[in-house]
């Protein structure tokens, strides 16, 4: 009988002290003076359970195991485990601010980060995107790039409009076409050879170019076909052996221009006819297309493995009523990064 009353008596503060809310309630109903002591001490533990809560939703980095425990000595108190309980939710709560000041100096950084990113990457993308002569002093970096002087386009007569401009529907070049070639870069010797009679080159020594006879001959009949008005031509050598020639072709109109070196000259794999010292020829697809100049249409080629003593590459350009022809050879092999960088820069000055 003893054993059987004495856990009843211990379950009984158990039970009144762990669900404060029922307690409160049972005793309101049986007297009022019960019930001011008792509502008295549950009103103590009750910021208990509900300090946890603010430290679960305030630190999402704590443990679960941290919020489990926390949750389970809120509902039992006994008196050996209050002490943990009084020290382990100010642990959390130090943590929490500590991380939400490095997590906001972290946003900070990164949002300043994402900032700079995009100043810069605007800025690098205006100056790739200017044009040549628009970025005086441009350094030449060390991928192999030649040191090209400064390029500036030759002034049109007053009152003639652009190649490309909506006007100008023959896309007529007004300014001088000796002027439209590119210079050669910084340190090369020029070749006399291709600077003609005051600047104009014969078409027969444009033909002669050509590797074979019959090639010759028919690139002469075009050009007299088209009705050829001048050649402007300049050419270098540099000092790692690299010849460069340049050859500017002008016809009455843009379309003349299109069709002869669309249908007849540049095929897209390969050049109808082969020039000296590259009679196999294929299509450059290391070219990068990025590099493309708007308006004008682009063929470039290398010549194949195994070439001979020097490699040789070339380019043709439609420019309005204008074809350019770029060839470099070198002995051994021809680099392409000098011959992208000259085919681009002759496009502008065409463009």
Do not use: C
């Amino acid at each position: 009988m003893t054993e059987q009353t004495t856990p009843a008596e211990d379950t009984t503060p158990a039970e009144d002290t762990t669900p404060a809310e029922d307690t409160t309630h049972v005793e309101q109903e049986a007297s009022a003076e019960r019930d001011e002591p008792r509502a008295a001490e549950p009103q103590a533990p009750v910021p208990q359970p509900e300090q946890p809560a603010v430290v679960a939703e305030a630190g999402t980095d704590i443990g679960t195991e941290a919020g489990t425990e926390t949750g389970v000595e809120a509902a039992v108190p006994p008196s050996p485990v209050v002490p943990p309980m009084a020290d382990e939710p100010e642990v959390p709560l130090v943590k929490v601010k500590k991380d939400r000041r490095v997590l906001r100096a972290v946003l900070r950084w990164t949002a300043a980060t994402v900032v700079f990113a995009a100043v810069g990457s605007s800025v690098a993308y205006g100056i790739t995107g200017m044009e040549r002569t628009d970025v005086p002093g441009l350094a030449t970096k060390a991928d192999g790039r030649w040191d090209y002087p400064a390029i500036v386009k030759p002034p049109l007569p007053s009152g003639s409009p652009g190649p490309f401009a909506e006007s100008n529907k023959a896309g007529v070049h007004s300014a001088d076409l000796r002027k439209l070639l590119l210079p050669a870069p910084k340190g090369a010797k020029a070749d006399p050879a291709l600077r003609g009679e005051d600047g104009w080159l014969a078409k027969k020594s444009f033909v002669a170019k050509y590797a074979e006879k019959t090639d010759r001959d028919t690139v002469g009949q075009l050009l007299t076909d088209y009705a050829l008005r001048h050649i402007a031509a300049r050419g270098w050598t540099t000092a790692d052996g690299t010849h460069t020639q340049i050859y500017l072709l002008q016809f009455d109109t843009a379309a003349v221009a299109e069709d002869l070196v669309t249908n007849k000259v540049a095929y897209y794999d390969s050049p109808q006819y082969a020039w000296r010292g590259a009679e196999l020829t294929e299509r450059d697809e290391a070219f990068p297309e990025r590099s493309a100049v708007d308006q004008i249409t682009r063929y470039a080629y290398t010549e194949s493995k195994p070439y001979g003593a020097e490699q040789v590459r070339e380019a043709y350009l439609s420019a309005g009523d204008t074809i350019a022809l770029v060839v470099q050879s070198r002995k051994g092999s021809a680099p392409a990064v000098p011959f992208q960088q000259t085919v681009v820069l002759q496009s502008q000055l065409l463009g």
